[in-house]
């Protein structure tokens, strides 16, 4: 695990960043006033179904960063989210996120697996 630390690959966030729960995440979607990203893969999309309005993007995808950056262009004053299964995903992608020089990041609390245990939607993907 030292070496997967090393190179950024393993372990805890090295930052934090400010979470919001779900039900948050949910309204702030529904008044337009957050863009949400799941990180997660294609598989777990297609296993789960993917919250209502949420853009995805893999980590491993190379323009990872280009994309997040691209989803603010026309709204650069809202803050963004990310989500994954349980929380470690969002913090890199946050991580990645920042270094490109977004500000106003979020982490969705508890993941995709919090999202469905409140009940709230998920569209198939």
Request: charged share 25%; hydrophobic share 45%; net charge positive.
């Amino acid at each position: 695990m030292g070496l997967l630390k090393f190179l950024g690959l393993g372990g805890k966030s090295s930052e934090t960043f400010p979470a919001i729960n779900c039900a948050q995440a949910f309204q702030e979607l529904n008044d337009n006033a957050l863009v949400l990203i799941d990180v997660r893969t294609p598989g777990e999309w297609a296993d789960t179904g993917v919250p209502a309005v949420a853009k995805c993007k893999t980590l491993q995808d190379r323009d990872f960063a280009d994309y997040v950056k691209s989803c603010l262009t026309k709204a650069k004053h809202l803050p963004i989210a990310f989500l994954c299964l349980s929380g470690a995903r969002s913090s890199k992608a946050a991580e990645l996120a920042r270094k490109a020089g977004v500000e106003n990041i979020l982490i969705v609390r508890g993941g995709v697996e919090a999202w469905r245990r409140a009940g709230l939607p998920l569209e198939d993907r």
